[in-house]
């Protein structure tokens, strides 16, 4: 995991020569783990290129902590509850698209790094990589450059190699799915909740269960992350 401390004494950047204090980039982290969003501040706050304006736990506080401080830069966590990292993402990325993304996470798999580039985050790196590729990640992003870990970046560029061919065929799955099944998947890929989405559309949590299990099915996919990079594909968020 990204650690604050290092058992040396952190620089802090330069003055510039003009005397004058350069504005410090503002972030917002977004991660479920009190220890994570306190080490993260500490790390870049001790930098001093970097203020954090706020932590939050969940998706929905991202989408509402973003509208309302407009950070620069959002570090954001892909597995949270109440709205996951995924359809935060795509939210802001409508909502305040000049707020830069990076995500920050564990999941190392082709499925979830593509889900999140899909969805708007312009950088991909994982909670084990050392203090300075963060850095560099948070830099790159902030230049409105594409950044990915290099321990994962491989996997997106076999994936790109291999799979060209494949994605007109996983995007008419979209047309064998009903308007119900439709709107479940939209309200999945949103990061609801199954009862969330049964009060959603008045039916029973056992139904909305029903539908997912039809979805995961018809679309031969195995868990929420799928089925919301699935969505995102075929632009059923925005229907």
């Given at each position: 995991?990204?650690?604050?401390?290092?058992?040396?004494?952190?620089?802090?950047?330069?003055?510039?020569?003009?005397?004058?204090?350069?504005?410090?980039?503002?972030?917002?982290?977004?991660?479920?783990?009190?220890i994570m969003r306190d080490g993260l501040r500490a790390l870049l706050e001790?930098?001093?290129?970097?203020?954090?304006?706020?932590?939050?736990?969940?998706?929905?506080?991202?989408?509402?902590?973003?509208?309302?401080?407009?950070?620069?830069?959002?570090?954001?966590d892909l597995a949270m509850p109440q709205m996951d990292g995924l359809a935060a993402i795509q939210q802001l990325s409508r909502r305040s698209p000049q707020t830069r993304i990076l995500a920050l996470t564990m999941h190392k798999t082709e499925?979830?790094?593509?889900?999140?580039?899909?969805?708007g985050a312009r950088g991909y790196i994982l909670k084990d990589s050392p203090r300075g590729e963060l850095f560099m990640a948070i830099e790159n992003v902030l230049n409105d450059k594409i950044f990915i870990s290099p321990a994962v970046a491989g996997r997106i560029v076999s994936a790109y190699l291999d799979g060209d061919g494949k994605q007109p065929a996983?995007?008419?799955?979209?047309?064998?799915?009903?308007a119900r099944e439709k709107q479940v998947l939209k309200l999945i890929a949103e990061g609801r909740r199954n009862r969330d989405i049964?009060?959603?559309?008045?039916?029973?949590?056992?139904?909305?269960?029903?539908?997912?299990?039809?979805?995961?099915?018809?679309?031969?996919?195995?868990?929420?992350?799928?089925?919301t990079t699935f969505a995102i594909q075929n632009t059923i968020l925005t229907e």
């Amino acid at each position: 995991m990204l650690e604050a401390g290092s058992g040396r004494t952190s620089k802090s950047a330069p003055a510039p020569a003009d005397g004058l204090a350069k504005p410090k980039h503002r972030i917002l982290i977004v991660d479920d783990h009190t220890i994570m969003r306190d080490g993260l501040r500490a790390l870049l706050e001790a930098d001093g290129r970097f203020e954090v304006v706020e932590t939050v736990e969940n998706g929905r506080e991202a989408v509402r902590a973003t509208l309302a401080l407009q950070p620069d830069l959002v570090l954001m966590d892909l597995a949270m509850p109440q709205m996951d990292g995924l359809a935060a993402i795509q939210q802001l990325s409508r909502r305040s698209p000049q707020t830069r993304i990076l995500a920050l996470t564990m999941h190392k798999t082709e499925e979830h790094i593509r889900a999140a580039l899909q969805a708007g985050a312009r950088g991909y790196i994982l909670k084990d990589s050392p203090r300075g590729e963060l850095f560099m990640a948070i830099e790159n992003v902030l230049n409105d450059k594409i950044f990915i870990s290099p321990a994962v970046a491989g996997r997106i560029v076999s994936a790109y190699l291999d799979g060209d061919g494949k994605q007109p065929a996983v995007r008419s799955l979209s047309d064998s799915l009903t308007a119900r099944e439709k709107q479940v998947l939209k309200l999945i890929a949103e990061g609801r909740r199954n009862r969330d989405i049964a009060e959603y559309l008045f039916v029973s949590v056992k139904t909305v269960e029903k539908h997912r299990a039809n979805l995961m099915g018809k679309l031969n996919l195995h868990n929420t992350a799928a089925l919301t990079t699935f969505a995102i594909q075929n632009t059923i968020l925005t229907e």
